[in-house]
C-alpha cells in the first residue's frame, strides 16, 4: 500500500536526520583547512590491485613507475606501500567498505595508485571508491581526454563528494515508490568551480563549460550553475559558458564543435557519465585516467571499473593498461615529478598512435596488456 502513514512518518523522521547532518557538513566544508603534507621528506606511494583486470594493468603501472622512479626508489625519496585488505573478497568477508587495515596504511601515504574495485550491485556493501573519495574528502575529480588528430584537448572537472553519490545508499524505499536523495552545497560547487578555473588559467586554456540540467532539476543544478557564475566573475579572462547535460552529450560526439571544448565543469553523475563518453571518443574507457584531489591526500586510478565482463570471456589478459598508465603521468606530476610525467606522456603519445605496431582492442584480436607494457618499457628508453 503506497499511502501508509507510518511509512510515511517513519521516512519523513528519516529525511530530516539527512537533512541535519548534510547541513552540518556543509557548514563543516567552509571551515575546511588545507591539509599538510603527511611525510614531509619523502613521498609514500599507496598501492593497491583492487579487482578483476585490476592486478594485470597495474602490473604494467608497476613496472613503468619502477622504471621512472628508480633512482628515488633505491634513495627512499620515494617509497611504494602495498595496502592490505581492499579486495572484494575482503571487503565482503569482513563486511566492510574499507576495511581497518586498508585505512591504517592509506593514513600512512600521500597518494593511492589503485586498481579498479569491484562494486557488488544489491546488497548492503557500498562502493569502496565513493567511499574512499568521501572520508579523504577528494572533491576534485580530473579526467583529461585527447585526440591530437581532431585537435580535442579536454579536461573534465568532476565534482566527486556530492550529487547523487553522497546518500546513494540512503534512499527511501517503500511498497509502490522509491525516493533518492542529491545534494549540492554552496562550498563543495565554489571549491570545484575554484579548481577547473584555476586549472584553465594556469593551462591556458580561454573557457570553461559548465554543464547542468538546471531546466529541470531546478534546486540542485540551478545553485551549481549560479555558484560556477560567481566564482567565474574573478576570472575575467576566461570564457564560461553553459549547457544542458543531454545537448552536451552530443556535442561532446559533434565533429563541427567538440573540439571548441577545453574545460568542462558539472556535477557528479554528469561527471561520471560524460567521462565515459569522452574516454570513449578517445579509444575506449581503457584509455582514460584519472586524478581524484582533495586538499591533501589525492587518488589516481582509471576510469574504468574492474570488468567483470572481460574475466568472464576469458579476454583479461587483453585488458588496456593505458588508463592506468594515464593516471600514473597525473600522479607523478601531481607529486612534483614533471620530467618523469612528460616523459611518461611522450612515450604513449608513441605508443597509442592509430598507426603503432602494438595496439591494444580490448579483445583477443589485440595485443595483450603485457605486450602493450612491453612496448611502452621499451619506448620509455628513447624518449
Ligand atoms: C568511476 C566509476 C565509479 C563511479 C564507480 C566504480 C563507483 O564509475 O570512477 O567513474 O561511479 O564514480
Ligand atoms: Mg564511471
Not at 611518461?344 to 584480436?365: H, Q, S, W, Y
Amino acid at each position: 500500500m503506497i499511502m501508509d502513514k507510518k511509512w510515511i512518518d517513519e521516512s519523513v523522521e528519516r529525511f530530516r536526520e539527512l537533512l541535519v547532518q548534510q547541513a552540518e557538513r556543509a557548514e563543516g566544508l567552509a571551515a575546511v583547512k588545507s591539509q599538510s603534507k603527511k611525510n614531509a621528506d619523502r613521498v609514500v606511494i599507496g598501492i593497491c590491485d583492487g579487482d578483476g583486470i585490476g592486478s594485470i594493468i597495474m602490473r604494467e603501472a608497476r613496472r613503468v613507475l619502477g622504471y621512472l622512479m628508480k633512482a628515488e626508489l633505491e634513495s627512499g625519496a620515494v617509497m611504494l606501500k602495498e595496502i592490505r585488505g581492499l579486495t572484494i573478497e575482503n571487503r565482503l568477508y569482513h563486511g566492510k567498505t574499507v576495511p581497518d587495515e586498508s585505512l591504517e596504511d592509506l593514513m600512512e601515504c600521500d597518494v593511492l595508485l589503485k586498481g579498479p574495485f569491484t562494486t557488488p550491485s544489491g546488497g548492503t556493501l557500498k562502493s569502496a571508491n565513493v567511499a574512499l573519495r568521501g572520508i579523504f574528502d577528494l572533491y576534485a575529480n580530473i579526467r583529461p581526454v585527447k585526440v591530437k588528430e581532431k585537435g580535442i584537448d579536454w579536461t573534465f572537472f568532476r565534482e566527486n563528494t556530492e550529487g547523487e553519490y553522497i546518500l546513494g545508499g540512503e534512499g527511501i524505499s517503500g511498497e509502490g515508490l522509491a525516493v533518492d536523495f542529491r545534494v549540492i552545497t554552496d562550498e563543495g560547487t565554489r571549491r570545484i568551480a575554484r579548481a577547473a578555473f584555476e586549472y584553465a588559467k594556469s593551462n591556458g586554456k580561454k573557457s570553461v563549460t559548465v554543464v547542468t540540467k538546471s531546466n529541470i532539476v531546478k534546486k540542485t543544478d540551478g545553485k551549481f550553475l549560479d555558484i560556477c557564475y560567481r566564482v567565474a566573475a574573478d576570472y575575467p579572462d576566461i570564457r564560461v559558458d553553459e549547457y544542458y547535460v543531454d545537448i552536451m552529450s552530443a556535442n561532446l560526439i559533434n565533429p563541427e564543435i567538440n573540439a571548441g571544448f577545453e574545460v568542462m565543469v558539472m556535477p557528479n553523475l554528469y561527471g561520471d557519465i560524460l567521462s565515459d563518453e569522452g574516454a570513449q571518443v578517445q579509444g575506449s574507457v581503457g584509455t582514460a585516467g584519472s586524478a581524484n584531489l582533495g586538499d591533501g591526500f589525492a587518488i589516481f586510478e582509471a576510469i574504468h571499473g574492474s570488468a567483470p565482463r572481460m574475466i568472464r570471456d576469458g579476454i583479461a589478459e587483453y585488458a588496456n593498461p593505458t588508463s592506468i598508465l594515464n593516471a600514473v603521468e597525473m600522479m607523478l606530476r601531481h607529486i612534483g615529478y614533471t620530467a618523469a610525467a612528460d616523459r611518461l606522456v611522450r612515450a604513449l603519445e608513441i605508443c597509442t598512435d592509430k598507426d603503432a605496431p602494438v595496439f591494444v582492442t580490448g579483445k583477443a584480436d589485440g595485443a595483450t596488456c603485457a605486450q602493450f607494457g612491453d612496448y611502452v618499457m621499451k619506448t620509455l628508453e628513447s624518449v
